[in-house]
């Protein structure tokens, strides 16, 4: 029988941390020490990460919800993803909550995220409790962290709790800091109101939606419970709690977490961030947005028999996942495919490979690229994601682009690479903050710089390029600010001058005849000799702005002659020229698989 909590005994928390400090090892720690995992899994290291890919990457992409008996306190733990694709789950999960662990690791220190996520923490007036994680490894200077959390992040040494999630150094201690902690407020004796943190598809109970109560409870036999921002209702099949695995109860009641199950199979009618309530008329909470795709790129089935299966793929990871969005793209070359749509980079290689591994697929992937606004000269606005939705250039008026703003957190010292970095791909410096103090206590200042750039310069190997200048130490994060006006352009690619249009690309037009000679140099190492010159073209509109050659393969038709006039070799190489040129004008250039995918992938 489960124990019944009053208000005050409920402690709701998160963990929060730049990606790979430790958060569910931390959150395994809990649930170990609370005798709360019934059956383990012993090959199986992190047991709030349960996708395979979690597990491997070290990485969470759901987040998870755990409750955890503790001294006649009942603390429920709100697990969130640690990466920048997925920073509004993380301000939704944290919304949820009264207080959270700011955890830090005690080999890598501060990252951007770091602060970036104390700083979503404290806008919505949670408490936060300092913890250095991974103090069990040996060489780290933990005084040297110490140091620099009092300095940057503003807390007093007494205040932070050093542990390990590995070993479970002072797990105790930190339980015990978050019952101090306040208890979530909310009125008891009216309409029920909760906040949906997460939500996902399970296969015997419909779209099922991670629930905070703030106020009023919610009950199975509720008849209609309505989201206040989709402007729609449902009836609750099932409410239950997290254990973590899920478990049946009555009802939820103010201050308390748990999910509500709908039994319905689409959810895309449930958004992380939406307001469930009895009544239509409730005041919906804040900071409500709607999950949409950043960055895009198309898939396509090595095999096309595999393509039902990578169909059969999407839409079953899609249940699971609001952002992820798909439609149906036939190529010449690649056949049929699926347009994806992502939250950025890393959430495009998660898919890629839960695709690849749980579905069995080998995937061909086109480059990523953003989503452009183009206003026609009609002032009809349209979205176009590929060039070849791209309008004739006579009936466009404007085109823009999407911008987001960079945090970048960094020492001192690579300072000047990274804003010649960010200036090379067209970042606005926006500003500078100095962290911490100039004390001796100290020896590395460390800065966040501010740009404001495009998504297209950030998704075209920004992230590496900023690692490799700065030996592995600057982090970033980042956010969609708006869209603005550019001169982007649609570059066509011709082969023997004719199109090839997966091949296609748009860029701005500054930029664009050196990403069209660099695509150019590499289609000519890989595309197979014919037996006549290929001209490889790159074109706007009607004007070409680049071009190589693919020389041709030659005979030696003199071979044979020995000796003699030389008007007979001339005439052997003119017949054969001849012969060339009438080859070219009727001949066909097939660029084979392989070829292509080594273009793709460059």
């Known amino acids: 029988m489960l124990q019944n909590y009053k208000q005050e005994k409920i402690r ?13 090892t931390l959150a395994d720690r809990f649930l170990e020490l609370t005798d709360n995992v019934k059956f383990r899994n ?19 992409v759901k987040l998870q919800v755990a409750r955890i008996p503790w001294k006649g306190y009942l603390l429920n733990l709100i697990d969130t993803p640690g990466h920048v694709d997925f920073s509004y789950e993380v301000s939704r999960s944290l919304a949820a909550c009264e207080s959270a662990i700011l955890l830090i690791d005690a080999q890598q220190g501060i990252q951007a995220q770091t602060i970036s ?12 409790i300092p913890v250095l994680n991974k103090v069990d490894l040996p060489g780290v200077d933990i005084q040297k962290r110490i140091n620099e959390i009092e300095a940057y992040l ?17 797990i105790e201690k930190l339980l015990d800091e978050i019952i101090k902690k306040p208890s979530p407020k909310g009125k008891e004796n009216t309409n029920f109101r909760g906040l949906i943190f997460d939500s996902f598809y399970d296969e015997h109970r419909g779209v099922v ?103 059969i793929g999407l839409n079953k990871l899609s249940l699971n996942d609001g952002a992820l969005s798909f439609t149906e793209q036939k190529s010449s070359i ?6 994806c749509g992502f939250l950025g980079l890393l959430h495009m290689e998660i898919i890629q490979e839960r695709l690849e591994r749980e579905y069995d697929i080998d995937l061909i992937i086109t480059a990523p690229t953003v989503a452009y606004k183009v206003i026609t000269t ?6 176009i994601e590929t060039p070849q939705e791209m309008p004739d250039p006579s009936s466009i008026k404007e085109i823009y682009e999407p911008w987001v703003r960079v945090k970048i957190f960094t020492p001192q010292e690579y300072m000047g690479n990274i804003m010649t970095l960010c200036k090379e791909k067209r970042g606005e410096y926006v500003n500078t903050v100095f962290l911490g103090d100039e004390s001796s206590r100290i020896k590395e200042q460390f800065l966040q710089i501010e740009f404001d750039m495009p998504l297209a310069s950030l998704i075209s190997n920004f992230f590496d390029t900023m690692k490799n200048i700065s030996s592995g130490y600057a982090s970033m994060e980042y956010e969609l600010i708006d869209y603005f006006p550019a001169n982007v352009v649609k570059v066509s690619i011709l082969v023997n001058k004719e199109e090839v249009s997966a091949l296609n690309f748009l860029e701005i037009k500054e930029n ?47 071979e044979d002659l020995y000796g003699g006039d030389y008007s007979r070799k001339k005439k052997l190489l003119q017949k054969q020229k001849k012969g060339k040129k009438r080859l070219k004008q009727i001949g066909k250039v097939n660029i084979p698989q392989d070829a292509f995918l080594a273009i793709l992938k460059t």
């Open 42 to 60: 012993k090959k199986n290291s992190r047991i709030t990460d349960t996708l395979e890919i979690e597990q491997e990457k070290g990485i969470t």
């Open 334 to 339: 690649l056949g049929a495919g699926f347009r």
């Open 154 to 170: 503003g807390f007093k040494k007494s205040e932070i709790i050093e542990v390990s999630g590995k070993t479970g150094q002072n």
């Open 117 to 128: 996520n104390a700083q979503k923490a404290l806008d919505l007036n949670l408490e936060l």
């Open 378 to 383: 009609s002032n009809e606005e349209i979205k």
């Open 512 to 558: 664009a005849q050196k990403k069209a000679s660099k695509l150019l140099s590499i289609m000519k190492t890989v595309i197979p000799k014919q037996q006549f010159q290929i001209p490889l073209q790159a074109a706007i509109g009607g004007k070409v702005i680049a071009r190589e050659d693919v020389k041709s393969l030659r005979k030696n038709v003199t």
């Open 12 to 24: 709701n928390f998160s963990i929060i941390a730049h990606i790979d400090h430790g958060k569910s």
């Open 209 to 311: 939606l991670s629930t905070r109560v703030f106020d009023g409870e919610v009950k199975k036999n509720n008849n209609q419970l309505y989201l206040l921002k989709k402007e729609t209702h449902f009836k609750p099949t099932e409410i239950g709690i997290f254990l973590p695995d899920m478990e049946k109860i009555d009802k939820l009641k103010t201050g308390e977490v748990g999910y509500i199950a709908t039994g319905l199979k689409d959810i895309q009618y449930f958004s992380v961030g939406d307001t469930i309530s009895t009544v239509p008329d409730e005041k919906p909470f804040e900071g409500y947005k709607v999950p949409k795709p950043n960055v895009f790129a198309t898939f396509f089935p090595t095999n096309p028999e595999d393509y039902e299966n990578l169909k």
